[in-house]
């Protein structure tokens, strides 16, 4: 050991750039800030917060519990219920393909996401058939998180699961908002807007949800099946109709669009929103906040993803200057048009189109952006999302790979998986939508 009391190799170690070691920093309490956002949306944790403060519905003599869990946070909430109740208990969990978790002894579904399948149709019926079998001194509790619109999808008579899975890839590549689309294709099912409670009267509903929609309006979660619709028959038209989807659906949808509307009025109900995006906004900063100046922006991130980039890209230069190490945290959900044929996400398509305008105006200090879904998959694919730094697209240029054009390709998965810029969390088991990360070094 030489006299400073390091080892002899410390000498031998190659030179490293203290650039490129501030940006693995960097990247790393980016990370840090979104695991932090993840553990604030635990959805047991979250249920049984609330549960302290409402305590469950009693069974009338002889009646039973009867609990649907509906989304990519069913299995967890679940878990977290089923120990409360006690006599006799009912349970169906209703959750995406891949997500294994256990949910304790309830009948489990794994269903298509974000397009149907057979398995969720096969689910919807097993709800449909659980809820009309309900009666008055039944107790419905329903555990609703996002996902649950593709999940749970139960066509009115006369259209199909394939018209259904058609309607919905055109709403899923038509740059639609979260709102917009649910007003849709609540109109499209019996057991959305509302028709979960129809189908459970006489027996009380109590729901718990966990949002992740921006603004946490119930009716738009998981399409709101114990809530009252969005919107009605006609505005789901003009709605399909000004995004110029209209002429190419199954004539079986349009026909219903444009049958009566239901005009009846719903059985009350007791919902209770959970949990959201905005605590898991703040949880970010905190985790942040020891090492570095925070700014959590309370303007959520939506609409389309290329705006929304231009908005980050503005907060860099703004910023540029700042005294010290920078946190910007927002939440949100962007959307994305579909115009090529690649593969990606929005919040992968973000984070490189992020990088794509810093690298036209370089910054004369290091950043990252990290953009990320809190359920762990960003579009159809196995990444949560992506963090990008000042060398992503050197990085992809480099290796001859051509950003502009993986970007009009919607091939962001592609590009980031080149450039080493994804990130990769598996399924989380919570839904609370999307938290980004810009770290100024
Ligand atoms: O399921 C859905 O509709 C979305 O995740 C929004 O909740």
Known sequence: MPRSGKPRYWWRKPARSPVRDRIAALKEAARAGFDAAVRRADPGRALARCLAQHPLPVPGPGGRFLVVAVGKAAPAMT?????????????????????????????VFRAGHPVPDHTGAEAAQAVIALLEG??????????????????????????????????????????????????????????????????????????????????????????????????????????????????????????????????????????????????????AAKALSPDLSVIADPAPLTGDVSTAAARIFTALQQHRGHE????????????????????????????????????????????????????????????????????????LRKIGADPEALLANNDSHRALTLSRDLLLTGATGTNVADVQILLLG
């Open 134 to 283: 309900a009666g008055p001194d039944d107790r419905v509790i329903a555990l609703i998180s996002g996902g649950g619109s593709a999940l749970l999808p139960a066509p009115p008579p006369g259209v199909t699961l394939a018209d259904k899975q058609a309607l919905n890839a055109a709403l899923l590549a038509s740059g639609l908002d979260i709102v917009a689309m649910n007003l849709v294709r609540q109109q499209i099912s019996q057991l959305k807007g509302g028709g979960f409670l129809r189908l459970a009267a006489p027996a009380p509903v109590t729901a718990f949800v966990l949002s992740d929609v921006v603004g946490d309006d119930l009716r738009a979660i998981a399409s709101g099946p114990t809530v009252a619709p969005l919107g009605t028959r006609a505005e789901a038209r003009a709605i399909l109709q000004s995004a110029d989807l209209w002429d190419a659906l199954p004539a079986s949808i349009r026909n219903h669009l444009q049958g009566p509307e239901d005009r009846s009025p719903l059985p009350p109900a007791s919902n209770h929103l959970i949990g959201g995006n905005a605590h898991s906004v703040e949880a």
């Open 79 to 107: 878990r977290a219920l089923l120990p409360q109740l006690t006599g006799r208990v009912e349970a169906i969990c209703v959750t995406q393909t891949g997500n294994e978790e256990a949910a304790g002894s309830a009948r």
């Open 324 to 395: 010290g190490p920078l946190a910007l945290v927002w939440g949100g959900e962007t959307t994305v048009r579909l115009t090529g044929h690649g593969l990606g996400g929005r919040n992968q398509e973000l984070a490189l189109r992020v990088a794509a305008l810093a690298d036209a105006r370089p910054l004369a200090r290091p950043w990252v952006f990290l953009s990320g879904g809190t359920d762990g998959r960003d579009g159809p694919t196995d990444a949560a999302g992506a963090i990008t730094d000042q060398n992503s697209l050197p990085r």
